[in-house]
């Protein structure tokens, strides 16, 4: 009975201990906070409640380190550490109870690693974690890949280890498992309830879309069947089709939604997994169609409006014709009273005021596109005959003005015309003629339109003093309007070869200097290319030859007879743009090549001095013949891969840093065994087997002398290794 009752107790300690460290774990408080968000993730409020809910079920600490850049050197365990180190033991050893995930965004590193308590719980699961985050991370979702994360990691968790130790005592097993079934359910349940809310989300989203392309829908039909009624002839046809148009895209999208339209969010959310899968199969085939129908609404209500305007702007033009026409008549007989012969003007008036009665632009329906055409000139008439009805005395004595100026402007142009050619063959002694050709036929032409602006002068001066006769009056500011616009055209051509005449007389004292300039900017590129030769690849070598090659044709250019300064400063330009455009770029490439070397040569000092540490401790720490050659070995191959990777430092500093962080690794990992040794054989025994190392280099050794000087070691407490991995995405 006592032995009975010593059993119980023993089941009531072991129960109590696999039952209880989820309430006593999830007490803890955490050292640091458990979303470290430097990047700036999609939806951080989410990812902040996935680890919430995946401490609450599993009891451990869950900690996210999110960044966009790593600084020079740094890598992703070193910079998740410096802001986290409490989640850690050294960089890269995760404490116990503890799961980090870890992204740098642009070096596109990613990792989760979890302490060694936890491995045989998530040795069998961290590819499945691995690959659901790198599905999201690839598509540039990091909030989401992290949170995927998270939940496949509390997936994992929940699952029974393979290797866990036999069951003592039934009611022990039975225990442990409603331990792990409960988290299991907990982790269903949760992933369940994330799904349905966001089935929800979708559903609403994709209604609120559909519903607001219905809604416009509605409201087009609804001004085409207002417009109907206005509208008759061409203009109802164009109107009918649009709306026939309308009208089929609309159906599209009600029977594409209509097998879903009574469904909401919750009742989405309410529905089993096949069943939710029909149900957006809908959704998203009515959402398709409402992101296609978008451009055709965009179309029929641009019709639409353009419809309903022209409608409101016949009736609005009419009136005010209407009124110009009157305004006219009154102007008119003002005129009259002055001396004016209006007659002409009152007529058309007249004629302009019998064609507007013809149209009607308040009848109860219209054709627009018959109407806009034959009223629109009316309109313009009246106002333009209106207006000068309004202010012939101005016009009058603006127009006698006008004749004098525009007659002497003409004769002064054509003199500007003689000079211009003297100027075009003194460019032929002094300037190439690619440098003027394409002007050559500028004063012709210039003279040809002035000769046109004298006859329409001639034309105007012909009727003597401008009589009071409207008719008249506009003849001569008709003539007047094209004599300047002749004028101006021919003044654009000589103002043109002026300004050629002066780009020509400054190129050719500036052509020589600019030249020369480009000839030095060429060499200060070619000697930094042949000077950074190493760091700088074969394109840039290819833009010194290409730079060398506009600089003798700039060179040529002015040394011909006569010197086309044109080209030659238009090349040293280029020259002087491409200069400073590649040598910024080979200037940031050699920096950048100058930052990894010296990157290279720090991890070559510690590579350097992890192997001597290892040297001093391998031999004296082994305690086993062969263990102690074979490391031996590795590190007098170290030592010879370390003289060639110093050597090659200036011409490949990247493969030299990867190689000399592998070296260090490896001769961490002789000196972490060789202290594992060293401290089994203080408790009296030696372990055997291997254990160190990360494989032989293949790489040729360095010669140099070992130092065999035993050293003891610094080390206290068993080695620990986190589990987890890292990788890229």
């Not at 290819?542 to 506009?550: G, K, S, V």
Request: hydrophobic share 40%.
């Amino acid at each position: 009975m006592q032995r009975t009752l010593y059993l119980l107790a023993a089941m009531v300690v072991v129960a109590g201990t696999v039952l209880t460290p989820t309430s006593s774990i999830a007490a803890q408080v955490d050292a640091c906070d458990d979303l470290i968000d430097l990047f700036g993730v999609d939806d951080p409020g989410a990812l902040r409640s996935a680890i919430a809910d995946a401490e609450a079920e599993t009891g451990l600490d869950f900690h996210v380190f999110a960044t966009n850049t790593l600084a020079g050197g740094q890598d992703l365990d070193a910079a998740s550490f410096a802001n986290c180190s409490e989640a850690y033991i050294v960089p890269g050893e995760v404490a116990d109870d503890t799961v980090v995930l870890a992204v740098a965004v642009e070096s596109r590193d990613f990792a989760v690693v979890y302490g060694e308590n936890l491995k045989s719980r998530l040795d069998d699961d961290v590819d499945a974690i691995f690959d659901r985050m790198a599905a999201w991370f690839q598509n540039g979702d990091f909030g989401q890949g992290l949170a995927a994360g998270v939940d496949e990691a509390v997936d994992g968790l929940a699952t029974e280890p393979s290797n866990t130790t036999g069951v003592v005592v039934g009611g022990i097993g039975l225990a442990a498992a409603g331990v792990g079934g409960g988290v299991a359910v907990n982790a269903v349940r949760r992933k369940n309830r994330r799904e349905r809310e966001t089935a929800a989300a979708e559903y609403d989203k994709a209604s609120g879309e559909v519903t607001e392309v219905q809604a416009r829908w509605y409201d087009a039909e609804q001004t085409a069947s207002y417009l109907s009624g206005r509208l008759t002839g061409s203009s109802m046809e164009r109107l009918e089709m649009s709306q026939i148009e309308a009208a089929q895209a609309s159906l599209r999208l009600y029977d594409a939604w209509s097998p879903v339209s009574e469904l909401d969010g919750d009742r989405v959310a309410d529905l089993d997994d096949e069943a939710r899968a029909e149900a957006f199969r809908h959704v998203y085939a009515a959402a398709a169609i409402a992101k296609e129908n978008t451009a055709a609404l965009q179309k029929f209500e641009a019709s639409l409006s353009e419809l309903d305007g022209s409608v409101d702007q016949m009736g609005t033009l009419h009136t005010q014709t209407t009124e110009r026409i009157a305004g006219g008549r009154v102007a008119a007989a003002a005129r009259s009273v002055e001396g004016w012969d209006v007659a002409a003007a009152t007529e058309r008036l007249d004629q302009l005021d019998n064609a507007l009665g013809h149209i009607d632009a308040f009848a109860l329906r219209i054709d627009v596109d018959e109407m806009k055409p034959a009223l629109e000139p009316l309109a313009t008439e009246a106002a333009s005959i209106a207006a000068d009805l309004e202010s012939l005395d101005e016009r009058r004595d603006s127009a006698t003005a006008r004749r004098a100026t525009v007659a002497s402007e003409a004769v002064g142009q054509l003199r500007r015309v003689g000079a211009t050619a003297t100027m075009i063959d003194s460019w032929k002694m002094a300037h190439a003629a690619d440098s003027f050709d394409g002007v050559l036929g500028h004063p012709a032409e210039a003279a040809k339109q002035l000769e046109r602006a004298q006859q329409y002068v001639a034309e105007a001066d012909s009727v003597g003093e401008i009589p009071r006769t409207v008719g008249v009056l506009r003849e001569v500011v008709a003539d007047l309007d094209a004599a300047d616009v002749a004028i101006d055209l021919a003044d654009e051509l000589l103002d043109e070869l002026d300004a050629l005449d002066v780009e020509l007389a400054a190129a050719l004292d500036e052509a020589p200097a600019a030249v020369a300039e480009a000839q030095a900017d060429a060499a200060v590129l070619r000697d930094y290319v042949a000077t950074n030769r190493l760091d700088l690849a074969p394109p840039a070598h290819e833009a010194a030859r290409r730079i060398a090659a506009d600089v003798a044709d700039a060179e040529a250019a002015l040394a011909q007879t006569p010197p086309d300064s044109l080209l030659a400063i238009e090349l040293a330009e280029e020259v002087g743009n491409e200069v400073d455009e590649q040598l910024g770029k080979f200037k940031a490439t050699v920096a950048e090549r100058e930052r990894i070397r010296h990157a290279a040569q720090s991890q070559l000092r510690a590579a350097r001095t992890s192997i001597e540490r290892a040297d001093r401790h391998v031999d004296s720490h082994m305690f086993s013949g062969r263990q102690s050659k074979n490391a031996q070995a590795q590190v007098d191959e170290l030592r010879l891969e370390y003289n060639q990777l110093v050597a090659d430092v200036s011409t490949n500093p990247e493969r030299v840093g990867q190689r000399a962080r592998a070296m260090t690794t490896i001769a961490d990992q002789l000196y972490t065994e060789a202290q594992r040794r060293q401290r089994a054989s203080r408790g009296g025994v030696i372990l055997g087997g291997g254990g160190y190392g990360a494989g032989r280099s293949r790489s040729r050794g360095y010669s140099g002398g070992r130092s065999r000087s035993s050293s003891r070691s610094r080390s206290s407490g068993r080695s620990r290794r986190s589990g987890g991995r890292r990788g890229k995405f």
